[in-house]
């Protein structure tokens, strides 16, 4: 049978117990109770009494009024109240990293690396030193010293956040490939994140990965991604492709994001273009020229379209424009010289022509072809005929595919050759071909224009 404890024991050894705990901390759990809670006023009461009791020399409380100072937006204050409650625990790393942070959001970047240093000796392996002290690397520019930070970070752990800003470094310092490595690692680990998706969706569209990169914004679109370029690469992807109708909704999708995007406005033309809609393309594209009339893609696509119409005077002015404001205007000089052509400035048409083809081997085919057939229009044979040549050496160099000839340029390849009296059997381009149907030539226009 147990002995029964008298009360007057039990309280003697509850004292014993209650003195064993310093003044100083004796209410700090209480404090963290009613903080992770966020009892915000009575954290505030119960600091003043701590304050009163220990004579304002509690760390803790002075950690915790720090926190809340900053919640509150008075970073100036935290930053004080850790300062003060660093004085009691100078080796406390905990309490140095907040001071850091505070330094970070007062601006004081160089002084919070500083501080992060310090924590550093204190805190090792801490995943989150690193990553505020790649933050802060990156605020006053040093790309590099904030990737190697960020990089460190991922070592100790490997939150979601951390892979987007060291992604987004790796793009802004062009390590293309970095940057995807990264991406699929991350993904790996948050293969449901829309935001991962739709950037490496990006990086493989930009490395004319199509296959994956539409596999990739079409899983960001799938899993509920509202982001306006996310949807606008995925449907720029599908109008690339030929898939007009798909491209079109998902457009219409980003008018109610983004109705005033330069860019949503001439790709929609275009496919309006490619849908041979030459009304609807216009109104389309000068809209786009309205939000942004200095995008030379708007002003090129637009002559484009004139130009289809056969309204040549419009579309000189608008492929001058365009001509102004890029900087390879290789193709904006071809379709400006078919305008001059048929506004019978011959003379003008062939300065276009020259600079369109300055460097032969480096020219597209078909503007090539174009040049020789204008050559021999106005009587200058042998010189179409060199340049025809030149023309089936790109085409050879090229390939096929690599090519891009539209169905036209066939059969006035092949009426070239005969007038130019040039018969190679091993080009199968001289040989007389039928016109294809104008179904054919309206599907060879949906490449014709410039989607962004």
């Not at 020399?57 to 850790?82: K, P, W």
Request: aromatic share 10%.
């Amino acid at each position: 049978m147990s002995q029964t404890v008298p009360p007057e024991a039990r309280r003697t050894a509850a004292n014993r117990r209650q003195a064993e705990i310093p003044l100083f901390q004796k209410r700090n759990w209480y404090l963290y109770y009613n903080y992770v809670r966020h009892r915000i006023p009575e954290c505030k009461e119960l600091i003043k009494t701590i304050k009163k009791e220990t004579s304002n020399m509690s760390e803790y409380a002075h950690y915790v009024e720090g926190l809340l100072y900053r919640a509150e937006g008075n970073i100036q204050q935290s930053l004080e109240c850790f300062r003060k409650s660093m004085q009691y625990d100078p080796k406390n790393g905990d309490t140095k990293k907040q001071i850091g942070m505070s330094l970070f959001l007062l601006g004081r970047h160089r002084q919070a690396l500083e501080t992060y240093e310090e924590a550093e000796k204190l805190v090792q392996f801490d995943w989150e030193i690193q990553h505020n002290k790649g933050l802060a690397y990156l605020y006053i520019k040093k790309l590099t010293e904030s990737r190697e930070c960020f990089m460190k970070a991922l070592q100790y752990n490997q939150p979601l956040v951390t892979f987007k800003i060291l992604g987004a470094i790796y793009t802004d310092l062009n390590q293309h490939q970095s940057a995807v490595d990264l991406y699929e690692r991350g993904l790996r680990l948050y293969p449901t994140n829309t935001e991962l998706l739709s950037k490496l969706g990006r990086l493989y569209l930009d490395d004319s990965r199509y296959p994956a990169a539409f596999d990739k914004l079409g899983s960001a679109v799938l899993y509920g991604s509202k982001d306006a370029t996310t949807m606008m690469s995925l449907a720029s992807l599908m109008q690339y492709h030929g898939d007009i109708d798909p491209a079109l909704d998902k457009y219409s999708l980003v008018t109610n994001i983004v109705p005033e995007s330069p860019m949503l406005w001439n790709n929609l033309g275009m496919c309006f273009y490619a849908k041979s809609q030459w009304a609807t393309a216009i109104a389309c594209l000068q809209r786009a020229n309205y939000l942004e009339p200095l995008l030379w893609t708007v002003n090129y696509n637009l002559g484009l379209v004139h130009l289809t119409m056969q309204q040549d005077t419009t579309a000189f002015h608008f492929l001058k424009v365009a001509l102004h404001l890029q900087e390879q205007p290789e193709k904006t000089y071809m379709l400006l010289a078919i305008a001059l052509t048929r506004l019978s400035e011959d003379a003008h048409a062939e300065k276009c022509y020259r600079k369109a083809v300055a460097d032969p081997q480096l020219s597209k085919p078909l503007s090539l072809l174009n040049f020789a057939v204008f050559l021999a229009r106005v009587e200058k044979m042998e010189e179409s005929l060199e340049y025809l040549q030149l023309f089936f050496e790109r085409c050879e160099v090229l390939g096929k595919e690599k090519s891009k000839l539209p169905p036209e340029a066939l059969p006035a390849c092949s009426v070239l050759a005969n007038k130019l009296n040039y018969t190679d059997q091993t080009q199968p381009f001289t040989k007389p071909a039928r016109a294809r149907k104008r179904k054919d030539r309206d599907a060879s226009r949906r490449t014709s224009g410039l989607a962004v």
